[in-house]
Nanobody, 124 residues
């Protein structure tokens, strides 16, 4: 059974950095894409980056140049390094076994695995 556990969230001042971790189990990162998403109350869950086993990562424009995703096959962990954080980056961040621009019901219904989320708060 696939499991994902996020960690590393917290509160940081604007311009600061955080590194989120997504530790996975039950499957191999060698063959699995991992998407990072974020969600604020009342809004859709937005895909911000996709880490692929056989290609370079992709980023949404709002985080390009500030966020970087990497994966460690030894520890089965995918990292999201977030630099130059802005108040608008405040959200709950999730990792998942799916990559998409916006997570809809078809992504949330059990076909794909999700972590529990980790809160990131950026203060001005």
């Amino acid at each position: 059974q696939a499991q994902l556990v996020e960690s590393g969230g917290g509160s940081v001042e604007a311009g600061g950095s955080l590194r989120l971790s997504c530790e996975v189990s039950g499957f191999s990162l060698d063959y699995q894409v991992i998407g990072w998403f974020r969600q604020v109350p009342g809004k859709q869950r937005e895909g911000i980056t996709c880490s692929m086993p056989d290609a370079g990562p992709t980023y949404v424009d709002s985080v390009k140049g500030r966020f970087a995703v990497s994966r460690d096959k030894v520890t089965n962990t995918v990292f999201l390094q977030m630099n130059g954080l802005k108040p608008e980056d405040t959200a709950i961040y999730y990792c998942s076994t799916v990559c998409t621009s916006v997570a809809g019901p078809e992504h949330m219904g059990g076909k794909f695995s999700w972590g529990q989320g980790t809160q990131v708060t950026v203060t001005s």
